[in-house]
T-cell receptor
Framework: DQQVKQNSPSLSVQEGRISILNCDYT??????FLWYKKYPAEGPTFLIS?????DKNEDGRFTVFLNKSAKHLSLHIVPSQPGDSAVYFC????????????FGSGTKLNVKP | KAGVTQTPRYLIKTRGQQVTLSCSPI?????VSWYQQTPGQGLQFLFE???????NKGNFPGRFSGRQFSNSRSEMNVSTLELGDSALYLC???????????????FGEGSRLTVL
C-alpha cells in the first residue's frame, strides 16, 4: 500500500529555471514531511522538512509547500543548478509512529547546463 | 561528528544463505531504522529500534529481523535469502525520541546485497 506517491519518475529543467517536484499522500494522520536528495552510491541526505501546522517552509533555494486539504506537497528549487541533479524522495510520518517514515518512489531530476 | 556507518558496503550471496548487516549510528543517536531500496519502489521501512527495543515494524516477512545493542549499534539479519531480496539496505539514525514534529533521519551509504 503506497501511502506516499511521486508520480513523476523524472524531470528535466534548464539551469537557472525553477524545478518543481510533487508528492501526494493518502494518510490524513501524516503530520511531518521531509524531502531527501540522493546521489548514486550515496545514502539519502536531508534537504528540508515541514510540519502539518505550516503550509510553507523555506531554506535558501529550497521551498516546500504543503496543501493538507489536497494531501499534496511540493518542493521548489530556484534557481536550479546542475549540482541539483539527483533523485529526490519525499517522506511522511504520523505523530505517534515515531521514526517510521513512508517514502515515495523518487523523482530523478536532471538540471541541464 | 562521524556519520552513520554501514558494513559491508557490498556483498554477494546465493539463495538460501543468510546475511547480517551492521550499522553504527551517529554518536548520541538512540534511534536506528532500516530501509530497503529497490528500483522503482522507493524506500520501504523494515523496522526501527530505540534503546534496544523494536518500536516499529514494516510489512516484511519474518526472515527479516534486527536488533540493537546497548551502544545503539544495530544489526539486521535476513535468513533464507531469495532473489527478490537483492536491494540496497539503508540504515538511518535519529536523535528524535518521539512526540514533537522534528527530527530527520540521517542515512548511511547503504549495504548493497546481491542474491544469485
Amino acid at each position: 500500500d503506497q501511502q506516499v506517491k511521486q508520480n513523476s519518475p523524472s524531470l528535466s529543467v534548464q539551469e537557472g529555471r525553477i524545478s518543481i517536484l510533487n508528492c501526494d499522500y493518502t494518510n490524513s494522520m501524516f503530520d511531518y514531511f521531509l524531502w531527501y536528495k540522493k546521489y548514486p552510491a550515496e545514502g539519502p541526505t536531508f534537504l528540508i522538512s515541514i510540519s502539518s501546522i505550516k503550509d510553507k517552509n523555506e531554506d535558501g533555494r529550497f521551498t516546500v509547500f504543503l496543501n493538507k486539504s489536497a494531501k499534496h506537497l511540493s518542493l521548489h528549487i530556484v534557481p536550479s543548478q546542475p549540482g541539483d541533479s539527483a533523485v529526490y524522495f519525499c517522506a511522511a510520518r504520523s505523530l505517534y509512529n515515531f521514526n517510521k517514515f513512508y517514502f515515495g518512489s523518487g523523482t530523478k531530476l536532471n538540471v541541464k547546463p | 561528528k562521524a556519520g552513520v556507518t554501514q558494513t559491508p558496503r557490498y556483498l554477494i550471496k546465493t539463495r538460501g544463505q543468510q546475511v547480517t548487516l551492521s550499522c553504527s549510528p551517529i554518536s548520541g543517536h538512540r534511534s536506528v531504522s532500516w530501509y530497503q531500496q529497490t528500483p522503482g519502489q522507493g524506500l520501504q521501512f523494515l523496522f526501527e529500534y530505540f534503546s534496544e527495543t523494536q518500536r516499529n515494524k514494516g510489512n516484511f516477512p519474518g526472515r527479516f529481523s534486527g536488533r540493537q545493542f546497548s551502544n545503539s549499534r544495530s544489526e539486521m539479519n535476513v535468513s533464507t535469502l531469495e532473489l527478490g531480496d537483492s536491494a540496497l539496505y539503508l540504515c538511518a539514525s535519529s536523535s528524535h525520541s518521539g512526540g514533537a514534529n522534528t527530527g530527520e533521519l540521517f542515512f548511511g551509504e547503504g549495504s548493497r546485497l546481491t542474491v544469485l
